[in-house]
């Protein structure tokens, strides 16, 4: 990465520059959602798109999630680039048959005659009392359906190369991210580039114990690295930006190094992504595995709304390293899931005062 071409920015930052670099070379590409033009600009992630590109191109929509995806569809069918946005990724579920039956499906119908080149984008997490209905991690819904491309960048280097080669793709693609990624920072490129759709990355090298985790985990993994190599343990991370198509030719090569597997999801165990994880690594290294992998993911209930059930809720870098002290029989320390004073886990930062 050439220093001189990359500067720091938020991630919100980086998505907004990865629409407008999108916009500026390929004059097919839509956006639109509900929020898009509002005066917060999406998270600030669309801020004044629709001044620079015209109202034609950088649209707000109705309250009528199933049908403007499926005009999305037609735009897609007819030779345009859309992106439809969903604040929420509950949103998102009232759009589902147009997504996972139509979308997913096409180019397979029709021999890859036929392309859909349409990005269904969507955001998820905890924060700011959102609630049962407005915070929920279904990712692995998504990444359950053949036909679809689903990915989960953690850094805002990501969040733009890997948002304008979702806009790029001739196939449909569900483009995620989590609400407490928006205010991080980190270096950017200028201009046009793309990150490759599946493989993950290493985001920490290590020697004793493979963590794997998603999108903002990824940050609680590294937390939880730091606190276990002040006690000798050298924990490599891995961040699986790509749900599907899903490369593990990383993580089997971490896991012959370690042999020992920890996965931590933003998301539930039951049917999860960490599951599907934990199952390949059987599958295909299970020679390599000295004791049983561990997961760390939600509880097997709906996200909570207030912040003293959010912090019993929400796992976090001392559950990570809990995980790691099991996989290497060590006895468990009490003093890892201790929440720090001040912390609040409905909050992703002192600033955040709510998207409106």
Known sequence: MNAATTRELSYAEAIREGFAVALERDPRVLLMGLGVPDPKGFFGTTLDLQKQFGPDRVMDMP????????????????????????QRLDFALLAMDPMCTQAAKWSYMFGGAMKMPVVFRMILGRGWGQG???????????AHIPGLKV????????????????????????????????????????????????????????????????SYMVLEALEAAEKLAREGIDAEVIDVRCLRPLETSLLMDSLRKTGRLVVADTGHSTA???????????????????T??????????????????????YPRSGHIVAAVRASLGQPANPADLALPAGVELDKPNPAFTGPF
């Open 63 to 86: 309250c009528a999630e199933a049908g403007m995806s499926g005009v999305m569809l037609g735009a897609a069918l007819n030779g345009l680039r859309p992106v439809i946005n969903h």
């Open 132 to 142: 049962p209905q407005h915070s929920q991690c279904l990712h692995s819904w998504f």
């Open 151 to 214: 990915v989960m960048p953690t850094t805002p280097h990501d969040a733009k190369g890997l948002l304008i080669a979702a806009i790029e793709d001739d196939n449909p693609v569900v483009f995620i991210e989590h609400r407490w990624l928006h205010h991080i920072k980190g270096p950017v490129p200028t201009g046009h580039y793309t990150t490759p759709i599946g493989p993950a990355r290493l985001a920490r090298a290590g020697s004793d114990v493979t963590i794997v985790a998603f």
């Open 272 to 290: 999860g992504m960490a599951a599907e994880i934990i199952a390949l690594a059987s599958e295909s290294a299970f020679d390599s595995l000295k």
């Open 292 to 313: 049983a992998p561990r997961r760390v993911c939600f509880p097997e209930c709906p996200t909570p709304t207030s912040p003293p059930l959010s912090a019993a809720y």
